[in-house]
């Protein structure tokens, strides 16, 4: 494993909204994120503008729920003073123990506060599946995104094209090239990546975008995250700054970084 400076590469500013989407470890990586974030000092919220599971105590100490981001933002900061990162939800729906998020509107008023250092948001869902093609309505990403993160689960590789393996199968298919059963190759997902329907679908023109390649556990993935990483160059490397090959679910391990963008 080598490690890496992401907090240079992602944070170069002191304040921001970095968005998730995609599928494959969004959650884990958002409070992965936000621990990064508290640990040098910053004020972090971490929400979403769809819907997430009521985080553990681990990944956040204090939640706020309310419908009006102004009382979010008033009670924040009271709470600011003693933990430094808060989850913050417009409703808990208790049937599922999720929490719903706020529309894009309350995160830009969340943005233009300046309550907070870094919000980090949840801008998809995937139902627990390693990839996803989103639908016409998704991904919900607040027009005030300064990076896009894309979130996609090395772990889809070589499963068949199913509503198992990838949420929203029907539209992925077309779009990576694949009919029905067919195995999620690297070209596949190359497809989808590149695809004007793919995964920075309605990507903000501003936003830095970037790849993560999530539960690279083993040699094999992570070879294919480097080749996935290599074919990008070659087809668009102004899809995204850069990809990052990684695991986040108990902590953020990171294993290979591949610049694409010609400035890099």
Same mark, same amino acid.
């Given at each position: 494993m080598? @490690?890496?400076? #992401? @907090?240079?590469?992602l944070?170069? =500013?002191q304040q921001?909204?970095?968005?998730l989407?995609?599928?494959?470890g969004?959650?884990?990586?958002?409070?992965?994120?936000a621990r990064?974030?508290? %640990?040098?000092?910053?004020?972090?919220?971490?929400t979403?503008t769809? =819907?997430?599971?009521v985080p553990?105590?681990?990944?956040?100490?204090?939640l706020?729920?309310?419908? &009006?981001p102004?009382? /979010?933002?008033?009670?924040?900061s009271?709470?600011?003073?003693?933990s %430094?990162?808060l989850?913050a939800?417009?409703?808990?729906?208790?049937d599922?123990? $999720?929490l $719903?998020g706020f529309s894009?509107?309350?995160i !830009?008023?969340?943005a233009a506060?300046?309550?907070f &250092?870094? /919000?980090l948001v949840e801008?998809?869902?995937?139902a627990?599946?390693?990839?996803k093609?989103?639908?016409?309505?998704e991904?919900?990403i607040?027009?005030?995104?300064?990076?896009?993160m894309?979130?996609i689960g090395?772990d889809?590789?070589n499963q068949?094209?199913?509503e198992?393996?990838?949420? %929203?199968?029907?539209?992925a298919g077309?779009?990576?090239?694949?009919?029905q059963?067919?195995p999620?190759?690297?070209?596949a *997902?190359? %497809?989808?990546?590149?695809?004007p329907a793919g995964?920075?679908?309605?990507?903000?023109?501003?936003?830095?975008?970037?790849?993560?390649?999530?539960?690279? &556990?083993?040699a094999e *993935?992570r070879?294919a995250g480097s080749r #996935?990483?290599?074919?990008?160059s070659?087809? &668009?490397?102004?899809v995204?700054e850069?990809?990052?090959v990684?695991q986040a *679910?108990? @902590?953020?391990r990171?294993?290979a970084l591949?610049?694409?963008a !010609?400035?890099?």
């Open positions: 080598t @490690e890496l400076p #992401i @907090e240079n590469l944070f170069q =500013k921001g909204v970095l968005a989407i995609g599928a494959g969004k959650t884990s990586l958002m409070f992965q994120l990064l974030l508290l %640990r040098s000092g910053q004020r972090v919220l971490t979403t769809t =819907k997430i599971f553990t105590s681990e990944q956040s100490a204090t706020l729920v309310a419908s &009006d102004q009382t /979010i933002l008033h009670e924040a009271s709470s600011l003073s003693t %430094r990162h989850t939800a417009a409703e808990h729906l208790s599922s123990n $999720k $719903k894009s509107e309350g !830009s008023q969340f506060s300046g309550v &250092d870094w /919000i801008a998809d869902g995937a627990h599946r390693p990839l093609a989103p639908a016409a309505h991904p919900v607040p027009p005030c995104t300064s990076i896009l894309a979130v090395l889809v590789l068949p094209l199913s198992k393996a990838v949420f %929203r199968c029907e539209l077309p779009r990576m090239g694949l009919n059963g067919e999620v190759s690297e070209a *997902l190359v %497809r989808l990546i590149l695809h995964v920075f679908k309605d990507a903000p023109p501003d936003a830095r975008r970037f790849i993560f390649l999530n539960k690279g &556990d083993d *993935l070879a #996935i990483a290599m074919s990008l070659r087809e &668009d490397a102004g995204a850069a990809v990052i990684g *679910l108990d @902590e953020l990171l294993h591949h610049y694409l !010609s400035m890099h």
